[in-house]
């Protein structure tokens, strides 16, 4: 078990709570687990009552005011007490059962408590009668959440449940019941994990309607097809969303009817009461396969004063459960979704299974939620950004031998809860955006630390001090003050992947003036360009000096660090210089860097023609930027658009060039060749063909997006080009797997649709494509966060990059979706799409490993340059790695973190699908000399979540349509050789062992 979460919660319980006596600890008998469930009473409707309060991590208020119960005038929910409330009603019956599932306010309630009341705790969790479901630190988004992450979460979770409860804590079944949308590959992750079954509450309403029909709202998902049995979760849609049936909410803050048993009182109301809900129960028993029906009793940030509830459960139970003598055939009990899922198990019936996802959801015809796919684009590249930097700061922790857990979780806690439904998806208030964007700084400025600290240890080869590292976090906007004032600098940049990488990067610089000399101190070629206008215009410069930028080509090795020496040239050598050309009005003009190939057309300055010139294949491209008018809220049934829902008033969108021809600059050197076009005051790109590279990168710089005329607008970029595609495109599913799109169509139902733009519109997560039906041929777009987009009509693509709208969608926020910038005008995004064209299966090889170089970035800090770099080579390492050679081109190490002194968590997975080429077949890694500094003595494989050992992993079975039975165990190797083998889509997670090498 690891001993992280044991040191982190000793940390901060001596910050929190007083000197306390210990208790004895009493030997609790061990009945949790399926072992411990009420399976109800045969030939009778089984009415298992879940007793929960779905908390979400920041919403309409920040993490902390929902903890604590500040700002009542938003939303009176206090999570404190709720888990004190329910702790204490727990104890008063021992029938009771709560569930809970934010870990991340747990955790916090926890270190609070007294060891008495942890004694309390612990019994209750041994009982089973406090279960937690899901444990991840978060109910995270399903659509623009990259699976990185969403593993990284979801470990946060399990490892503090693991450390505190031990094995009663494990949850058994995900509960995702509020996201707007359901991925395959969350599925996919979940059975992984361990778990034996999912239930949510949100599906498409006519999905909904024609699963109630066939009693199909519980199904076996087959999540993924690389990984057959073992990724298979059997899943349920909940009857009622999450809530209690209706006029059966009895939490304080509710206005349903209590329940009045004293017969000698005047408004007694027993039977006035039950009636209804049998009713209920009646009804909604027959949509299903089975005599058990989950009940959810509870809702938002429910059970404060949790007797109201317990109380009025206690009645329900008992009155209805008393009608059994006069031959009632409903019986209540108190439940957990574990539980349920056992009861409906041992049924052993026949399931159907799913194959596809549950993307786009919409509660009704005009309400499809694909807006959120975009929302907040600064918010949700700041957390793609953070997860990168999280990778780095966990390998220097190791290399560095830092043990640095303190800090470590400060990142961890930050990025987890950035994964929330209502964080990364950008459907929380304004004040929240921002209070989540200050946590995943605190958390980068504790990582920092952690860099500096590693390379203190790391780089010098004497006793000699390194210095101090310096970071800069908007160079995406080119801002650094490191570069822009300092003459000479040093920058190393660390390499997260296994394998060794080349780029290109782009410093800002005030002089154009400068000499540039790699790792072995040999001068390499630069070029120097200006800074275009469009990124002097962003107001969060202010305080800039940059007048350049300053590019230059880098390689790095796996795992590994380079330093580049940056001095000011004296001498007169203009060889770096770029030459600017403006394109006079009816020029045709052309990038081609003797691998691609982009032609403009004269007459209007857009792009008309892409081509591979390796393998010679061409296409008619034409790109162009447009927005769509979000839909008004003008009362009655009007459906507007914001954060949640997509909703254009006219489903043609307006080109905001408006025929107009751009004004191009092309420019050319020895590193890069591009254009700089102006689509309109607010609506930039630069389309760049660097040196080697077979892409071509797009930075599209959108905002402020004008209101004046009362218009919210929706800004979406669309590749045009001659592929038939036959209205079908493809999107990753959370950044693994691809999944087939069409246009007007649903696997599992007929579709009636009258949003025909936002009702095909799906979540892009890292990559989108189409592939002409005729000809060998592929047309592939990168993103650098989660983004929607569609293809909607034959050869195209669209994708939209940035919103700003003026009325409330009507699903709770309260606030149109209208960010500002720091200069309190509409907020400015800056972001790069990177095309690709090629035959199919060299396609995919490329956005397959291309996708995980722009998700794994290197790290870049900066130094002064006090010496010659002929002395600093002597006095510092300029080059390291960890690894003896790189790791197999379809492999990536996912994780490699602390876990105990001389024990680390590492993940591998094969990047590819079956079917994709040469490099879908099996890959294997040695462990045992991969690290240089390490030798790995032992390992133990873990399930996903690395909280059970994977031989101890026995799901349940479940007999579907295709004669399936998940197997006892999955995928148990031994482990002799320390020899890894993958195979297509598998992720492995292994406990290792390793000795330092002297």
Known sequence: MAVFHAIISLFFFILTASALPRRTEEKIETKCGYQNCNLGKDHMINVHLVAHSHDDVGWLKTVDQYYYGARKDIQNAAVQYILDSVIKELVEDPNRRFIYVEIAFFWRWWLEQTDSKKHVVKKLVDEGRLEFILGGWCMNDEATTHYSAIIDQHTLGFDMLSSTFGECARPRVAWQIDPFGHSKEMASLFAQMGF??????????QDISKRKQTKELEMVWKANQNLGASSDLFSGILLHGYDPPPGFCFDELCGDAPIMDNKRLQEYNVDNRIGPFLTWVKEQSVKLKTNHLLVTMGSDFQYSNAGTWFKNLDKLIYHINKKQANGSNVNLLYSTPSCYLYSVNKANITWSTKKDDFFPYADNQYSFWTGYFTSRPSLKQYVRVSSNFFQTCRHLDVFGDLQNHIQIFKMWDALSTAQHHDAVSGTEKQLVAKDYALRLS???????????????????????????????????????????????????????????????????????KFVVYGPNLKPIPIQIVSLDAATKRIPEREGSIAKYELIFEYKIPALGFSTFFVKTDKSENNEASSKEIPIKKGEAFELNNGLVSISFDGATGAMKKFGNLKSNIFTNLKQDYLYYIGHPNRGGFDQASNNYIFRPLDNTPTSISNGEKLQSILIKGNCVQEVRQVFSPWVTQSVRLYKGQKYAEIEWTVGPIPIDDGNGKEIIVRYDSGLNNNYTFYTDANGRQMLERRINYRPTWPLYLTEPVAGNYFPINTKMFIKDINKDVQLTVLTDRSQGGSSLKPGQMELMLHRRLLYDDGRGVGEPLNEVGVDGRGLIVRGKHYIYLDKVQTSTEFHRQQAIEIFLKPTLSFSQLNMHPQNWSSTFRTQWRAIQSQLPANVNLLTLQQWGRHKLLIRLEHIFEKNEGPLSKPATVSLKTLFIPYNVTSLEEMVLGGNLKLSDLHRLKWRTQENFAFPDAVNVKTHDSLDVTLSPMEIRTFIVTFTENK
């Open 196 to 205: 034996d079954g999912l239930f949510f509450g949100r599906a498409d309403y």
């Open 442 to 512: 605190a958390g980068t400025d504790a990582c920092q630390s952690i860099l500096n600290a590693a390379y203190k240890k790391m780089i010098p080869k004497t006793k000699a001090a390194f210095p101090d590292q310096i970071f800069c976090n908007l160079l995406n906007i080119s801002y650094c003050q490191a570069t822009e004032t300092m003459k000479q600098f040093t920058l190393t940049l660390y390499n997260p992947l296994g394998q060794d990488v080349a780029d290109y990067i782009r410093l800002p610089v005030s002089s154009n």
